[in-house]
C-alpha cells in the first residue's frame, strides 16, 4: 500500500512563479525525500530531510517536514521550464539494518515558457 | 560507475510466457529495491534486499512474481506465467542502506499481449 498522498496531482505555471507541492503520509517516519521523474526516465533525487529536520534547502528548493501533521512539502522558486517533470515524496522506515521506501503517487509540474 | 543498469529496456511477451528482467545495482550499495509503476497504481514497492537477502517482499503481487539476488551485483525479478494485466514500466534501484538516497535504474517497459 502507499504512504504518501500528494496534492496536487497536477500543476501548471509560467516560468519564473514558484511551485509548491505537499505529501502527506500514515506512520512514523525516519526521512523523507523528494524524486522527480522525466518522461520515460527513472527517478532522480532531489534532497532528504530528516525526521528530526523542519526546513531544508538546496539551490532553489525548500523542504519543510511537520512530523505531528505527517506533511511535507516541496518549493521550487523560480521554476524553469526544464523543471517540467513529476515529483514524488517517499519515506524511510529503518526496520533491522536497512530502510524501506515507500513513494507516493506524484505530482506532475508543468512549467509553461 | 555507470549507475544502476537494467536489462532489457523493453519487452514486449505473450499472456503465459515467463519473463525475466535483470538489475545491476551500484557497486557497493547493499539495499536494492524492485518497483513497479502504472497509471493506476503509481510507484509500488515489490520487494527489497538487504546484503543480498531479501527483507519485505510484502508488495509482491502474487505466487507468479519471484525475486532473487544470488550475489551483490546481480537480481533477477521474474513473472511466470505472465499476463496482460502485468503491463508496466518495472524499476531496479540501489543505495547504501538507512538514510541513504535512491539510485534509480532507466527501468523495464514490459508490454504482456
Known amino acids: 500500500s502507499q504512504q504518501g498522498e500528494e496534492d496536487p496531482q497536477a500543476l501548471s505555471i509560467q516560468e519564473g512563479e514558484n511551485a509548491t507541492m505537499n505529501c502527506s503520509y500514515k506512520t512514523s517516519i525516519n526521512n523523507l525525500q523528494w524524486y522527480r521523474q522525466n518522461s520515460g526516465r527513472g527517478l532522480v533525487h532531489l534532497i532528504l530531510?530528516?525526521?528530526?529536520?523542519r526546513e531544508k534547502h538546496s539551490g532553489r528548493l525548500r523542504v519543510t517536514l511537520d512530523t505531528s501533521k505527517k506533511s511535507s512539502s516541496l518549493l521550487i522558486t523560480a521554476s524553469r521550464a526544464a523543471d517540467t517533470a513529476s515529483y514524488f515524496c517517499a519515506t524511510e522506515f529503518w526496520g533491522g539494518n536497512t530502510g524501506k521506501l515507500i513513494f507516493g503517487q506524484g505530482t506532475t509540474l508543468q512549467v509553461k515558457p | 560507475d555507470a549507475g544502476v543498469i537494467q536489462s532489457p529496456r523493453h519487452e514486449v511477451t505473450e499472456m503465459g510466457q515467463e519473463v525475466t528482467l535483470r538489475c545491476k545495482p551500484i557497486?557497493?550499495?547493499?539495499?536494492l529495491f524492485w518497483y513497479r509503476q502504472t497509471m493506476m497504481r503509481g510507484l509500488e514497492l515489490l520487494i527489497y534486499f538487504n546484503n543480498n537477502v531479501p527483507i519485505d517482499d510484502s508488495g509482491m503481487p502474487e505466487d507468479r512474481f519471484s525475486a532473487k539476488m544470488p550475489n551483490a551485483s546481480f537480481s533477477t525479478l521474474k513473472i511466470q506465467p505472465s499476463e496482460p494485466r502485468d503491463s508496466a514500466v518495472y524499476f531496479c534501484a540501489s543505495s547504501l542502506g538507512q538514510g541513504g538516497k535512491a539510485f534509480f535504474g532507466q527501468g523495464t517497459r514490459l508490454t504482456v499481449v
Open positions: 530531510i530528516r525526521s528530526n529536520e
Open positions: 557497486s557497493g550499495h547493499n539495499s
